[in-house]
């Protein structure tokens, strides 16, 4: 492109590593296949979808914790690969704090509200998470089962 006044020829804007990496986050396609081999790129990403987010803790059930928006379906797939993700989930329900304690029994420790259901799966997975049982009737019960 030429100056209008000048005739010079003017060059080209350049675009900074730092404007590349800023497009390149906020596309879809490229977010979703960082995801896919890194669920920690999640916290880069600027428009996150259903789609990448569940992309992303099927990949590290930690990247819930970068989940800006979490829907039922991404909790269950993050405690599901990482029974421990149970910790950054905003609005647990049963069935999500089963899943987890499937996943390790150990993730026990993170539930706010333990049924008895969820305390007998947990310590099916992993006997050593009795010591997490808060219900003392079903820490009982098992304790007395053990003998």
Do not use: H
Request: glycine share 4%; hydrophobic share 30%; proline share 1%.
């Amino acid at each position: 492109m030429k100056c209008k006044s000048c005739g010079q020829e003017i060059p080209e804007k350049q675009t900074s590593q730092e404007e590349e990496d800023w497009n390149n986050w906020s596309n879809e396609d490229y977010c979703l296949e960082a995801v896919k081999q890194n669920g920690y790129a999640l916290q880069y990403v600027k428009k996150q979808t259903d789609k990448i987010c569940l992309e992303a803790v099927k990949q590290d059930g930690y990247a819930l914790r970068f989940v800006k928006k979490q829907t039922d379906k991404i909790c269950l797939e993050a405690v599901k690969q990482n029974g421990y993700a149970l910790q950054y989930v905003k609005k647990q329900t049963e069935k999500i704090c089963l899943e987890a304690v499937k996943q390790d029994g150990w993730a026990l420790g993170y539930v706010k509200e333990q049924t008895e259901k969820i305390c007998l799966e947990a310590v099916k997975q992993n006997r050593d998470a009795l010591k997490y049982v808060k219900i003392k009737k079903v820490y009982f019960d098992i304790l007395n089962s053990r003998k």
